[in-house]
């Protein structure tokens, strides 16, 4: 019996190591790294999407401005006969930490009338943000670190996109705390209606990268509560280690689509 007990432990250590070092095992593992990611938006309704725009309670889009059509989760203004600072977002359902989004984008139409100047083909994903059932009814933006997305306006001026913008917050660039509202990426500019590649890398508070067509476009680390648009005065400095994903609406209709995520340990 001594003897066969050595076995049994024996071959459960061999098969271990065997596992271990077999590329088919490897392969197979990452294989379903790879199919992990969710699609968080399913192309045809707006089911696990939360909204809220200001001036009206959460889950409330009296204009639709928000809606599922043909694949694609559109920004739409045709309902408006002018625009009267009601800037919107619509939430995915839960939050995240540690995560790669990825998602296409394009502005599309005319800016809506009484749209600000500064917010004509300008649109945004919010990451590591407060939950919807936070905001205040009358709030511009949620407490977030903004991935801005920016359509080119005249031929030759460059206006870049997937840039960083911090309502309520500060992040750190260059071992120094960057407390400016809005800093340009590095991306070059996009003009018309194509669509163009984002992905988001985000590793809580320790590095958020921002990716336009596969190319980093600018990266930075501790995010934290702090700043213009800061609705959470008391928690001033705390950093921000994980929150809610929104898409957002500021008077020029967008669409997008193929979002998905996949979170990472």
């Given amino acids: 019996?001594?003897?066969?007990?050595?076995?049994?432990?024996?071959m459960f250590f061999f098969l271990f190591l065997s596992n271990f070092q077999n590329p088919k095992f490897d392969k197979r593992r990452d294989d379903r790294k790879v199919n992990d990611w969710i699609q968080l938006f399913n192309g045809e309704n707006l089911d696990n999407w939360i909204v809220k725009i200001k001036g009206q309670q959460i889950n409330t889009d009296i204009k639709n401005t928000f809606k599922a059509e043909n694949g694609v989760l559109k920004v739409d203004y045709e309902n408006y006969k002018s625009f009267n600072g009601e800037f919107g977002h619509i939430f995915?359902?839960?939050?995240?930490?540690?995560?790669?989004?990825?998602?296409?984008?394009?502005?599309?139409g005319s800016?809506?009338?009484?749209?600000?100047?500064?917010?004509?083909?300008?649109?945004?994903?919010?990451?590591?943000?407060?939950?919807?059932?936070?905001?205040?009814?009358?709030?511009?933006f949620p407490v977030s670190i903004e991935v801005q997305?920016?359509?080119?306006?005249?031929?030759?001026?460059?206006?870049?996109?997937?840039?960083?913008?911090?309502?309520?917050?500060?992040?750190?660039?260059?071992?120094?705390?960057?407390?400016?509202?809005?800093?340009d990426s590095s991306s070059k500019t996009y003009y018309g209606d194509q669509w163009v590649d984002l992905e988001v890398i985000v590793i809580q508070d320790s590095i958020i990268s921002h990716k336009i067509n596969g190319k980093t476009v600018i990266s930075y680390s501790k995010p934290q509560i702090g700043g213009e648009?800061?609705?959470?005065?008391?928690?001033?400095?705390?950093?921000?280690?994980?929150?809610?994903?929104?898409?957002?609406?500021?008077?020029?209709?967008?669409?997008?689509?193929?979002i998905k995520l996949l979170e990472l340990n």
């Fill in 111 to 140: 800016q809506a009338k009484d749209g600000q100047g500064w917010a004509e083909r300008n649109s945004g994903v919010m990451i590591h943000s407060q939950s919807p059932e936070s905001m205040k009814i009358d709030q511009d």
């Fill in 1 to 10: 019996m001594k003897y066969f007990s050595k076995f049994i432990v024996y």
């Fill in 92 to 108: 995915y359902k839960q939050p995240f930490s540690n995560y790669k989004l990825k998602l296409q984008y394009r502005f599309v």
């Fill in 229 to 258: 648009y800061n609705t959470m005065k008391s928690r001033k400095g705390e950093l921000l280690t994980g929150g809610y994903i929104a898409l957002q609406s500021e008077s020029h209709p967008v669409e997008f689509k193929n």
């Fill in 149 to 183: 997305l920016l359509g080119g306006l005249v031929k030759g001026e460059e206006r870049p996109t997937a840039n960083l913008c911090t309502p309520g917050t500060h992040v750190i660039m260059d071992n120094k705390l960057v407390t400016t509202h809005c800093i």
